[in-house]
């Protein structure tokens, strides 16, 4: 698949799992984005719900362009990170926008 077809299927995933009710969030898609989101889990908490007044910052009810620049600023050297800067290299850009549609579509 070319460039904007991943873009495209990243949105429409991000879109759906926005939109869609907890219990219809299954399949391959949804699975796989679950998947990567989990990556997050053992800092950030489980879908993005940091433990309160811990050390790490919530995901959960974030702006999708924020988290998608900040992802980005770690990934591109432009944010020191001790661990970061790491893990967000591996983020291809769909991944990242998939990533931050969820954390965004998750309650504070």
């Not at 219809?24 to 984005?33: E, F, I, K, S, V």
């Not at 999708?64 to 050297?77: H, K, Y």
Request: some cysteine.
């Amino acid at each position: 698949m070319h460039r904007t077809g991943l873009s495209w299927a990243a949105a429409s995933l991000a879109a759906a799992l926005s939109t869609a009710p907890a219990a219809a969030q299954t399949g391959p898609d949804t699975l796989y984005l679950r998947s990567l989101a989990a990556t997050c889990a053992n800092c950030h908490g489980t879908d993005g719900a940091a433990a309160p007044g811990g050390p790490m910052y919530r995901l959960a009810g974030l702006k999708a362009e924020f988290i998608t620049e900040q992802l980005q600023a770690f990934r591109d050297g432009k944010r020191p990170a001790t661990v970061m800067h790491q893990l967000a290299k591996g983020y291809s850009d769909e991944q990242i926008a998939a990533l931050a549609a969820y954390f965004a579509a998750q309650a504070k």
